[in-house]
């Protein structure tokens, strides 16, 4: 391999790698190959490393349409491959100076690997979003509506009165939105306790920001399931129940995925934890 | 009923994937691999360095729109 070839990884398995996978093509076009590393196999493509090498990954990452091109190029792969065996994805822009230093990475973390392999094989990955709902859009009855016992100043009292009214509602105003965030917290933590109990595992993602989503309401939840391939709609149906009993909030499923959110070695995820 | 499933990954062309939704795992999931023969991103935020050119982009857009 000349100077200016790097090797790009995909995804690892523990696939005997013997099925034809030069159909698929990867980041920047490549050819898709398994390569075998320390009795593991990966999914690999070359690269040049003048597009993907170091200093120039650090250039491309910034630019949006580059990025969102090698993303969905990586992720394509990745998809169609966990169709055709059990895989763990690697983080994006994983790439090595060739097979042989790439097999001697994997070499010392062999036993983990497998170990997070026998984690997520025969289970995918599922998203579940939350937005909380605003108070205007939930059904009448649920309403965090403002007091109005001491509300009602009579309209046209003039000056200070209407100047007092108007602090009045507005402050109450402030208040029925401070209680229906805390409702749609609270409906987003129980959601999440009752998706934890139904999934083997789960991972909390930080809220995205409404810059990048295009969606203005405020995210409560944005975490990842992992659940066995055959219960996808049991799953589903959980999800659409909870939808149900929390008028406060607007849940969004995502997935199937690959089981990007559990290939890492991080063991039992704290969101786990904290679900009690 | 206010749940929405728009996304069926595996199944569908990753062109209507939401890409938020994509790099929350491509960029912070994953198993990361590297050692002193990686070549790349070994020590490397690749969240911040991509939310700082997804916010960049969209701010030119927005920009641009008025």
Sequence with gaps: MSDDRGVWAY?????????????LTGVADATVRTAPA????????????NEFGEAALRRNLEDLDWLEGVARAHHEVIAVGSKLFPLLPTRLATVYSSDASMAAVLGGRRDELLAALERVGGRVE??????AVPDSEQPEAMRHEPASAEGG????????????????RRKAQLS???????SAAAGAHAVHGHLCRRAADARLHPPQSPQLSGDKRPMMLNAAYLVDAGDGTGFASEVAAAADAHPELDLNLTGPWPP??????????????DSG | MT????????DVPSQRIALVDLLDRVLSGGVVITGEITLSMADVDLVTISLRA???????LAEEST
């Design chain 1, 11 to 23: 995804a690892i398995t523990a696939d005997a790698g013997d099925q034809d996978v030069s159909w």
């Design chain 1, 38 to 49: 320390a009795g593991l196999t990966v999914l690999v493509s070359d690269v040049d490393l």
């Design chain 1, 126 to 131: 599922w998203g579940v979003k939350a937005y």
């Design chain 1, 153 to 168: 100043a009579p309209a046209g009292a003039g000056g200070r009165g209407a100047g007092l009214s108007y602090l009045k």
């Design chain 1, 176 to 182: 029925a939105q401070a209680e229906s965030q805390r």
């Design chain 1, 260 to 273: 990007y959110s559990f290939a890492g070695d991080e063991g039992q995820s704290p969101a786990r934890r």
């Design chain 2, 3 to 10: 749940l929405s499933r728009e996304l069926v990954p595996a």
């Design chain 2, 54 to 60: 997804l916010l960049a982009s969209v701010s030119a």
